[in-house]
């Protein structure tokens, strides 16, 4: 892999773009007025290919690391850190909710660095950041300092979900894009295969190193984030045009390519009326309480599953091994959706496919009797389908929300109501209804039946949508000669984008 650089030349075009050309144009734009000498005709399957070598690798490690760097916590309280730190009544569970609170507050803010940051730098430092947060969790002597590091790192994991799908965005069309949100999405999943593994090894080798598992967890982990977080400052590029492993020729290519989403690529201009936008665009507000909703059974499955499992009479060890299939479940249905979407679209029905085998899993582990470990196990596994829905909800900001301010705007208010379900799905563990958590366990099966419904209804606001601006003729896939014109790269808000089409 190349190390980024901005070349002379491209300093020179930069500079020359920015005094010709007004401020509300997309720097996409100003880059094809100043190459208008380079081919177009390079091939898009080839090139899909070479991007997706540089940049999801990237991704797919950053968000891997931020899914095990926050699950671990989980698997610390199979490791002994309740004891070690005298952890008492619903203290674990208040740590783990203020993590997500950070993560909310943290939202705001995060959007306006987006829209002022290159959102792969500004990705790249938050990475490094929550390492270090990680790793100094390892340090942590009692309650307080222990929820310290969990709160810095709540504050900078919560660029995570905006910044890659801006990223995203700017690389790939919307049906190209489903598939990548789902790619970089499986590490997810990994994450909570390798957690179960590395959890295992921390509590064996803790015996000889004199220090306890999950401290010695928390430092190595925090380390190779660390490294990761490095990586992708130095190597993913902040824009197609600054690609250095990318020519002349296939830069336009891509601009070309791109150019069917009327998403655009980058601008800096902040308009506040985008915002009040937002804030009264029914599509985004249905999205908010889709993913509150679904990710109150997401809180669950990220900070109670081992606990559970272990509450089923299995040790601490083998509790950890036993939360491996979990992972194995989550990268099955969010592959699944990837390229079910890549192929026949219909998001919405993906959705609710991956929300029914979570609402029988909650009724599995509601209405078992505690005797039936298998039982109730398959439900602790069946649960962790409704992470796939995720990356869809992030996809649909990245192809439905148009407009420099809104997006970004729309990705954190996103981000944020996915903090309010992890905020209120631990607190419905409490620690007067252990070992059997009854009533967390029901939530689990109400508010899926609940996003279901929601989905449904932004599928039929998005229909609607559609119809009344003509029936949804854009652009073909491979773009056309309206990618040079600058009407294309004004970054209009889909409301005001009269030829804007909803994907659902």
């Keep these: 892999m190349l190390l980024f650089t901005s070349s002379p030349k491209n300093a020179e075009t930069d500079e020359i773009a920015s005094t010709n050309f007004p401020s509300t144009i997309d720097s996409a734009w100003k880059y094809l007025q100043a190459h208008t000498d380079a081919s177009d005709t390079v091939s898009i399957k080839s090139l899909r290919r070479k991007i997706d070598w540089h940049i999801v690798p990237l991704m797919f490690c950053c968000y891997t690391m931020q899914f095990l760097d926050k699950l671990v916590y989980n698997y610390a309280a199979v490791m002994g850190i309740s004891a070690d730190l005298s952890l008492h009544g619903n203290d674990f569970t208040n740590i783990a909710t203020f993590f997500f609170v950070a993560y909310l507050v943290f939202e705001i803010p995060n959007s306006v660095f987006l829209q002022k940051v290159p959102a792969a730098k500004w990705l790249g430092v938050n990475v490094i950041l929550w390492g270090v947060a990680t790793a100094c969790g390892a340090a942590a002597t009692n309650y307080r300092t222990l929820l310290v590091s969990r709160v810095f790192l709540g504050i900078f994991e919560a660029t995570i979900g905006p910044s890659l799908l801006l990223i995203s965005s700017q690389w790939y069309t919307k049906s190209e894009q489903a598939l990548r949100f789902s790619i970089w999405y499986l590490g997810l999943g990994l994450g909570q295969i390798i957690g179960g593994a590395v959890s295992y090894g921390f509590q064996h080798a803790s015996k000889d190193a004199g220090i306890a598992g999950w401290r010695a967890m928390f430092l190595t982990l925090g380390i190779v984030t660390v490294v990761i977080g490095a990586a992708t400052f130095l190597f993913l590029p902040d824009t197609p045009m600054k690609a250095s492993w990318l ?8 601009l070309r390519h791109v150019s069917v989403n009327q998403t655009g690529i980058e601008n800096r201009k902040f308009r506040p009326k985008e915002i009040g936008e937002a804030l009264i665009d029914l599509q985004i507000w249905l999205l908010t309480l889709a993913v509150v909703l ?137 620690a007067k209804d252990a070992p059997d958590y009854r009533p967390a366990k029901l939530a689990v099966m109400g508010t899926q039946a609940g996003c279901a419904v929601v989905t449904f209804v932004l599928f039929l606001y998005y229909w609607w949508q559609n119809g009344r601006r003509g029936g949804g003729e854009v652009m073909g896939e491979e773009g056309s000669e309206r990618y040079l014109d600058v009407e294309t790269w004004k970054g209009r808000t889909d409301r005001e984008n009269r030829d804007f089409v909803y994907v659902f």
């Design 294 to 430: 679904l990710s109150i059974s997401s809180g669950v499955v990220t900070t109670y599953s081992s606990t559970l499992i272990r509450n089923l009479g299995y040790k601490p060890k083998k509790a950890a091994l036993m939360n491996m299939p979990s992972g194995v479940v989550s990268i099955f249905f969010t592959l699944l959706v990837g390229y079910g979407i890549r192929k026949q679209s219909h998001r919405w029905a993906w959705i609710i496919a991956c929300i029914i085998p979570g609402i029988i899993g909650g009724a599995l582990m509601s209405f078992l009797p505690h005797s039936n470990r298998s039982g109730i196990l398959a439900g602790i596994y069946l649960v962790n389908a409704i992470v796939a829905p995720l990356p869809v909800y992030y996809n649909w900001i990245s192809a439905n929300v148009s407009g420099y301010t809104k997006r970004p705007f729309a990705a954190s208010l996103i981000a944020g109501s996915f903090s309010i379900g992890n905020i209120i799905g631990p607190q419905t563990f409490q």
């Design 247 to 254: 020519t002349d020729d296939e830069k336009k290519t891509l």
